[in-house]
């Protein structure tokens, strides 16, 4: 029996039309959201994601801006840049492209990010809400998977759940969208005891370890849906031979490229799936079009919070009762929308 294969480049194109239309309705309320890529060097593969995701912003209609600082900047410049952004209002999302030299403070750098302009979920106080189940900015990888089960159609509350790989930015998050949608979560990582055994239990089976074809079929319980979130390169002849002889597209495109991309889970695991995403075309498209799903997110957050904020200060510099006489006198400014006019009130009284 071969796999459902799990459509990733399908699901993305759904996201980013239903993405489109948000942007459509905002830009004509006068709230075009904005995203600010910051690429520092030429790491050849943050200058592909980069190239995709200012383009993913054309085609939406999201204001983008690529920024790209030399690679000689030191943490007080990336610093600076970062709060220059922050106070920028027609950028809604900000996303520092890593990995950053090493003379950059990475963190520091990630932690000076606005959490309300976090589109890539890594400051804090977005992993904190996340855990504690509050609305905030998910990493997009993460995400991505959630959606591919939703839109896939697979079950997860009740399900036996297993995460290969811990990192920060895949492997914890995606634990907690599990477990916040009520899987029963296993993580596990490079001490644990009898990997093999332990992914078996697993229902849904996620691998996000950045280690080609790791994953093997003895892995997998029969039926399971198996999400690969790897990446890797494969140069070698020989490991290519390992994952796809006989495969004629993958050894045309091998002699074509010298290389080709494969997961974390090895290509047979599909004999014994029930449902699996392929590589490429499986999480990797999520990843773009849930970051524009972010920076609609965060347009739509931060719109709100500024409109509060101008009523707070209308309000308080002028008393509740002049409120309505003063959303009359805003009425007249041309920089707010009728949508925005209707909307004043309303948050003034639940700014009280
Ligand atoms: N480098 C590799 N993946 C990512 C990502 O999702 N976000 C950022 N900012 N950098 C990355």
Not at 32 to 52: C, D, F, K, T
Not at 76 to 93: K, Q, S, Y
Not at 333 to 343: A, F, K, L
Request: overall charge negative; aromatic content about 4%.
């Amino acid at each position: 029996m071969s796999a459902r294969i799990l459509d990733g480049v399908k699901l993305a194109n759904e996201i980013k039309a239903e993405v489109a239309e948000e942007v459509r309705q905002l830009a004509e309320a006068g709230m075009r959201p904005g995203l600010a890529a910051v690429l520092v060097g030429h790491n050849p593969a943050s200058e592909v994601y980069v190239r995709n995701k200012v383009k993913t912003c054309e085609q939406l209609g999201i204001y983008s801006e690529k920024i790209t600082p030399d690679e000689s900047v030191s943490t007080e410049e990336m610093l600076a840049l970062v709060d220059e952004l922050n106070h920028r209002d027609e950028i809604d999302g900000i996303l520092v492209q890593l990995p950053l030299p090493k003379q950059v403070d990475a963190k520091k750098v990630l932690l000076a990010v606005s959490p309300e302009k976090d589109v890539d979920g890594f400051h804090p106080m977005n992993v904190g809400y996340l855990s504690t189940q509050r609305p905030g900015l998910v990493p997009c990888t993460p995400a991505g998977v959630m959606e591919i089960l939703k839109r896939g159609g697979i079950p997860v509350a009740g399900a036996e759940a297993v995460v290969v790989g811990r990192s920060d930015i895949v492997g914890k998050p995606v634990a907690m969208l599990l477990l916040n949608d009520n899987a029963t979560v296993t993580v596990c990582h490079s001490k644990t005891r009898d990997l093999p055994g332990v992914c078996r239990r697993a229902d849904i089976l996620v691998a996000a370890i950045g280690r080609a074809g790791m994953i093997a079929p003895d892995f997998v319980k029969p039926g399971a849906t198996v999400i690969d979130v790897g990446i890797n390169r494969v140069t070698d002849p020989a490991e290519f031979r390992e994952f796809f002889a006989g495969d004629p597209k993958r050894e045309a495109d091998f002699a074509a490229k010298g290389s080709t991309l494969v997961g974390d889970v090895h290509p047979k695991v599909a004999e014994v799936a029930g449902a699996i995403t392929p590589v490429p075309g499986g999480v990797g498209p999520l990843t773009i079009a849930m970051l524009m799903s972010n920076t609609v997110k965060a347009a739509t957050s931060n719109a709100t919070s500024r409109r509060t904020a101008s009523c707070i200060v209308i309000t308080s510099a002028f008393g509740a009762r002049n409120l309505l006489s003063l959303v009359a006198l805003n009425a007249d400014d041309s920089c707010v929308g009728d949508r925005e006019r209707e909307q004043i009130p309303r948050f003034a009284t639940a700014t009280w």
